[in-house]
């Protein structure tokens, strides 16, 4: 193992935006054992008096979910939501067939807002634009927002929950770009839909706030068009447009893997170019920016057929080691694109491409669980323009990165500030310098760090401390300057 430098320039008048808390969201959707099992699962010696799993409920509060995107995904686009509320015993059970499962509908709208509440998350839920109709869709939204006294706002108090619940947040639909989704459709009709649906929704309560459905991976065909097109349709009735991405390292090849930074920081760049380029067009003076709704790593799992049975095991992705080293740097980008970048929602929450897996007595905190936790928790304020001189490596797919990956955040009501740094290099410590070039705290508080020799390592049940983070002391901060040495493969988060 080489030893080499980097150094890191922090400076708190070089502020790039403030950091959205709405990008330390997450995602849960009506797909395997990710409602039924993860979150609810009434039989479990660990469920509360709802039916909430206790365990689960307390990770989400670690993780600190701001926000909760619900209830799909590619199930949305097949969801009567009227099925998930009133009497459960009068529930349909239904063949749902995004993931050919059966849906029973035990957890519904309802349970969802009082599961947010439990964990102190804001809700985001998705309308149905695939087999459902726009007024169904302006049906939810009167269901959910409008006070008592119409037809489906009585229905809700009938149901036992008398004030509306306010929503703010709601996706036109999922992923409607892609063929396998149920009532796919054109980008113009796509368009055409998500803006009439839009205007309904909006005469139920004009307060909310809408993503509109931008391609589900930069590998679509229609990639960035359908994003142009939908957006000129749309662009007046939107807030938000969604990107969805899941990195993958099928191929094994690990330096590219570390180095997917440069993919999620082009993603943004791509579809940040096109909303300025619809305003212009368009002369508008709405801004519409970006909702990061679906974002993850998932190769190493595709089994997606329920065959036919209740909360089936789906797509439940073991993490590794160099699985957090990318998520860490994903976190990175949502920083370093802070002034576009609202929304974020880390899909899924359990079990499901999850940061923690279930069994009905106990859970698991994978690897990726960490970076979220400590990006959460210690990301707020500004994010700041931070200058990095490191050496690089060369990667087959986005050629030369350099070796370290940064992002900083500062929060002048608090005066707390956070540094994070991934050392992709497999084999190189960096002797890294960080140099406040404006005013420099006193010590560093503490520093939390995930380094590992074996990229594939990862935790289970058996050995849930195989890939955990370590907290190392702080140190006073010398003339502005402090030194680190960062170990090969880690992630690193200074708090001071
Ligand atoms: O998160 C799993 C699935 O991935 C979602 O249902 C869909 O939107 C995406 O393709």
């Keep these: 193992m080489s030893n080499t430098t980097a150094r890191i320039f922090i400076d708190t008048n070089r502020i790039i935006s403030d950091i959205s808390p709405l990008v330390f969201s997450g995602f849960a959707e009506h797909m395997g054992r990710c409602i039924y099992q993860g979150i609810y699962e009434p039989d479990s010696p660990l469920a509360d ?27 949305l686009s097949g969801y009567n939501w009227l099925d998930g509320v009133g009497p459960k015993s009068q529930r349909p ?48 939204v009167e269901y959910v927002n409008a006070p008592a006294g119409s037809k489906f706002a009585d229905l809700r108090v009938s149901h036992g929950y008398k004030d509306p619940y306010g929503v703010e947040y709601w996706c036109l639909g999922n992923e409607m770009d892609g063929p396998w989704q149920i009532g796919h459709l054109e980008a113009h009709e796509y368009g055409l839909k ?114 036919w049975t209740e909360a089936p095991h789906l797509i439940e992705e073991v993490y590794n080691h160099e699985d957090a080293l990318v998520v860490a740097q994903w976190m990175n980008v949502f ?12 899909a899924q929450i359990v079990n499901v491409i999850g940061p923690i897996l279930t069994t009905s007595n106990s859970m698991l905190r994978q690897s990726i669980f960490f970076p979220f936790m400590y990006f959460s928790r210690y990301a707020t304020g500004q994010s700041l323009d931070v200058l990095t001189q490191s050496p690089k490596t060369e990667t087959a797919k986005y050629g030369e990165m350099p070796l370290i990956d940064t992002s900083a955040s500062y929060d002048p009501a608090t005066g707390e500030s956070a540094i ?33 020799s074996d990229v594939k390592a990862a935790n289970s049940f058996e050995h849930p401390d195989t890939v955990v983070p370590v907290t190392l002391p702080g140190m006073p901060v010398n003339n502005n300057k402090v030194t680190l040495s960062l170990p090969p493969l880690s992630f690193t988060v200074i708090t001071a």
């Excluded at 930069?218 to 068009?225: A, E, I, V």
């Excluded at 002034?339 to 880390?346: F, G, P, R, T």
């Excluded at 050392?423 to 010590?443: E, F, M, Y």
């Design 335 to 346: 920083l370093r694109k802070a002034d576009i970048l609202k929304i974020a929602c880390l």
């Design 93 to 140: 059970r239904r063949k749902e067939l995004a993931w050919q499962s059966i849906e029973t509908n035990q957890f519904g709208t309802n349970e969802f807002m009082q599961f947010c509440r439990m964990i102190n998350a804001k809700p985001m839920l998705g309308v149905n634009l695939g087999t459902g109709s726009i007024s169904e869709a302006a049906s939810l």
């Design 420 to 452: 994070f740094i991934v050392n992709r290099s497999q084999d190189q410590a960096l002797t890294t310098d960080i140099v406040w070039q404006s005013v420099a705290p006193a010590r560093i508080k503490t520093i939390y760090q995930m380094a590992h």
């Design 194 to 307: 998500a803006r009439e649906a839009a205007k309904m929704m909006r005469w139920h309560d004009p307060r909310i706030k809408l993503a509109l459905c931008g391609s589900s991976s930069t590998h679509m065909p229609t990639y960035p068009d359908w994003d142009r097109s939908v957006l000129e349709h749309c662009w007046d009735m939107v807030d938000y447009l969604s990107l969805h991405y899941y990195a993958q390292n099928a191929d094994n090849d690990t330096s590219s893997f570390l180095a997917s930074s440069a993919q999620f920081e082009s993603q943004i760049d791509t579809l940040a170019g096109t909303l300025r380029y619809v305003k212009a067009k368009l002369r508008s003076k709405h801004e519409v920016t970006l909702s990061w709704d679906e974002w993850n790593v998932w190769y190493k799992n595709g089994n997606m057929q329920g065959n």
């Design 49 to 75: 008096e709802n039916g909430f799993r206790t365990d689960v409920m307390a990770a989400m509060r670690e993780l600190n979910f701001r926000m909760i995107r619900y209830p799909g995904g590619n199930f």
